[in-house]
């Protein structure tokens, strides 16, 4: 994969080209929600370095209380758009929860999770994980750990509750990939249940990201998987350890994503290529010179009508570090992942393999063909709205033709880098699905309390 290193003066160079009489916006004023997380990061950039204005926009952001809620605010037209879970334009136009025609033409960052345990859980873990010379847990961590916990926990009549985001986000999938590698069972959803707990050795449920510490601090969940900078400030609180980031479980695909509307997007050509021009100018920004802008982006995020978190939190993730126990501090350069490795351009293989997580779990209740995943896929994520405006940055001197994949089918080479070791390969994604130890295969489905077919 190709990595471009910009300058950070070649990117101050830039101007934005004037805008042809056929391409002003349709829409000027545009309010755009997000999430308090680091990967929100790429909107916050694009306003407070004036990329919006460059390009005839004139945006307002605002926090969410929720995923829900944002999404139903992109929904009603509260919202124009808004930094949204990957999966959740997915999920919207195949009906599962709130049905509508949501689509993304680019992809806000890669990876930017983990998975942290509380302490209790940590001690139960510890003994069952090799250290290396140096005393430290040797990561990747095996979610078979985590076996003496649920035991433990069982012989007291507790049950082990974890946290996630949304039902359909990457953090749920994420935490049940981990769960089910390590041969714990995370759960089915049904069509009559969409608690996504039946069968399950471990009890997910939803909260919201800022909540995720002061829960597990209160005892409610014994582990959570979020974005930044959640896991950190547990970690700085001294309440719980990070076992797991996503690189470690199924790294370099898309997070969060520029969720609109169908038909938003079909009434306002040149507005959502604004839009996305002055989103990638953005991430190209966050990740010009190896990531030296970083510092400053975490001042900007730091600030509470974005983030809202201490910029020293910020900082372990955002500049190419993680923090696992307290002072054990390693280098993960691409934790967060704004615009190499062609992290904006929507794959369509990643749609897939969030369409295959659906179908595993349940929450797809019924097999589908090969052809209906890559069609769903196609209806979501617009790559061709994404080039286009990659494109005309090009056009205009902006950014180099290199920095895009031109030449691509729109699926990415077969993955084989998962923690399970199993291939994926996002044009076979039935295949793929028939060959995970857990979950659903085939024609099965959820009945009731027992997987029938």
Same mark, same amino acid.
């Given at each position: 994969?190709?990595?471009?290193?910009?300058?950070?003066?070649?990117?101050?160079?830039?101007?934005?080209?004037?805008?042809?009489?056929?391409?002003?916006?349709?829409?000027?004023?545009?309010?755009?929600?997000?999430?308090?997380?680091?990967?929100?990061?790429?909107?916050?950039?694009?306003?407070?370095?004036?990329?919006?204005?460059?390009?005839?926009?004139?945006?307002?952001?605002?926090?969410?209380?929720?995923?829900?809620?944002?999404?139903?605010?992109?929904?009603?037209?509260?919202?124009?758009?808004?930094?949204?879970?990957?999966?959740?334009?997915?999920?919207?136009?195949?009906?599962?929860?709130?049905?509508?025609?949501?689509?993304?033409?680019?992809?806000?960052?890669?990876?930017?999770?983990?998975?942290?345990?509380?302490?209790?859980?940590?001690?139960?873990?510890?003994?069952?994980?090799?250290?290396?010379?140096?005393?430290?847990?040797?990561?990747?961590?095996?979610?078979?750990?985590?076996?003496?916990?649920?035991?433990?926990?069982?012989?007291?009549?507790?049950?082990?509750?974890?946290?996630?985001?949304?039902?359909?986000?990457?953090?749920?999938?994420?935490?049940?990939?981990?769960?089910?590698?390590?041969?714990?069972?995370?759960?089915?959803?049904?069509?009559?249940?969409?608690?996504?707990?039946?069968?399950?050795?471990?009890?997910?449920?939803?909260?919201?990201?800022?909540?995720?510490?002061?829960?597990?601090?209160?005892?409610?969940?014994?582990?959570?998987?979020?974005?930044?900078?959640?896991?950190?400030?547990?970690?700085?609180?001294?309440?719980?350890?990070?076992?797991?980031?996503?690189?470690?479980?199924?790294?370099?695909?898309?997070?969060?994503?520029?969720?609109?509307?169908?038909?938003?997007?079909?009434?306002?050509?040149?507005?959502?290529?604004? $839009?996305?021009?002055?989103?990638?100018? *953005? =991430?190209?920004? @966050?990740?010009? /010179?190896?990531? +030296?802008?970083? #510092?400053?982006?975490?001042?900007?995020?730091?600030?509470?009508?974005?983030?809202?978190?201490?910029?020293?939190?910020?900082?372990?993730?955002?500049?190419?570090?993680?923090?696992?126990?307290?002072?054990?501090?390693?280098?993960?350069?691409?934790?967060?992942?704004?615009?190499?490795?062609?992290?904006?351009?929507?794959?369509?293989?990643?749609?897939?393999?969030?369409?295959?997580?659906?179908?595993?779990?349940?929450?797809?209740?019924?097999?589908?063909?090969?052809?209906?995943?890559?069609?769903?896929?196609?209806?979501?994520? $617009?790559?061709?709205?994404?080039?286009? *405006? =990659?494109?005309? @940055?090009?056009? /205009?001197?902006? +950014?180099?033709? #290199?920095?895009?994949?031109?030449?691509?089918?729109?699926?990415?080479?077969?993955?084989?880098?998962?923690?399970?070791?199993?291939?994926?390969?996002?044009?076979?994604?039935?295949?793929?699905?028939?060959?995970?130890?857990?979950?659903?295969?085939?024609?099965?489905?959820?009945?009731?309390?027992?997987?029938?077919?």
């Amino acid at each position: 994969m190709r990595k471009l290193l910009m300058t950070t003066s070649a990117l101050a160079a830039m101007t934005a080209a004037p805008l042809q009489a056929d391409s002003f916006p349709e829409i000027e004023d545009l309010t755009l929600g997000f999430i308090k997380l680091t990967d929100m990061a790429p909107l916050a950039i694009a306003y407070e370095k004036g990329f919006f204005e460059d390009e005839g926009l004139f945006v307002t952001l605002e926090a969410q209380a929720n995923w829900k809620v944002l999404l139903d605010g992109v929904i009603d037209g509260n919202l124009h758009g808004a930094h949204m879970l990957a999966g959740q334009p997915l999920a919207a136009t195949i009906g599962f929860g709130t049905e509508a025609h949501i689509v993304t033409p680019f992809v806000m960052d890669l990876n930017g999770n983990a998975t942290t345990v509380s302490n209790e859980v940590w001690d139960l873990m510890r003994p069952a994980i090799p250290s290396d010379a140096d005393g430290r847990p040797v990561h990747p961590i095996s979610a078979e750990a985590l076996r003496p916990a649920l035991e433990a926990f069982a012989d007291q009549g507790r049950p082990f509750n974890m946290g996630m985001v949304f039902p359909v986000s990457t953090h749920n999938f994420e935490l049940r990939y981990w769960l089910a590698a390590g041969g714990i069972h995370p759960g089915f959803y049904s069509a009559d249940n969409i608690s996504g707990q039946i069968g399950a050795e471990a009890l997910l449920s939803v909260t919201p990201p800022p909540q995720m510490p002061a829960t597990l601090e209160a005892g409610t969940i014994s582990g959570y998987t979020v974005g930044e900078p959640w896991n950190q400030q547990a970690v700085a609180m001294g309440i719980g350890v990070p076992v797991a980031t996503d690189l470690d479980i199924f790294a370099t695909r898309a997070e969060k994503v520029l969720g609109l509307r169908a038909d938003f997007v079909e009434e306002n050509p040149n507005t959502v290529r604004a $839009l996305t021009r002055a989103l990638i100018r *953005a =991430a190209m920004w @966050l990740d010009a /010179d190896d990531n +030296a802008n970083r #510092d400053e982006a975490v001042q900007i995020i730091s600030r509470p009508n974005y983030v809202g978190a201490d910029p020293e939190v910020l900082a372990n993730s955002m500049t190419g570090t993680f923090e696992y126990e307290q002072g054990d501090v390693r280098p993960v350069p691409d934790f967060n992942v704004f615009f190499r490795y062609n992290a904006n351009y929507p794959y369509l293989s990643d749609a897939v393999w969030y369409l295959t997580q659906m179908r595993r779990w349940g929450q797809i209740t019924e097999a589908q063909s090969d052809e209906w995943f890559a069609d769903v896929a196609e209806s979501v994520f $617009l790559a061709d709205l994404f080039m286009d *405006a =990659a494109q005309s @940055l090009v056009d /205009d001197g902006l +950014a180099p033709a #290199d920095a895009f994949p031109f030449d691509t089918d729109g699926y990415r080479a077969v993955v084989d880098h998962a923690i399970d070791g199993i291939p994926f390969d996002g044009r076979t994604p039935n295949d793929y699905i028939d060959s995970l130890p857990i979950g659903l295969k085939g024609d099965q489905r959820v009945m009731g309390t027992e997987v029938q077919g």
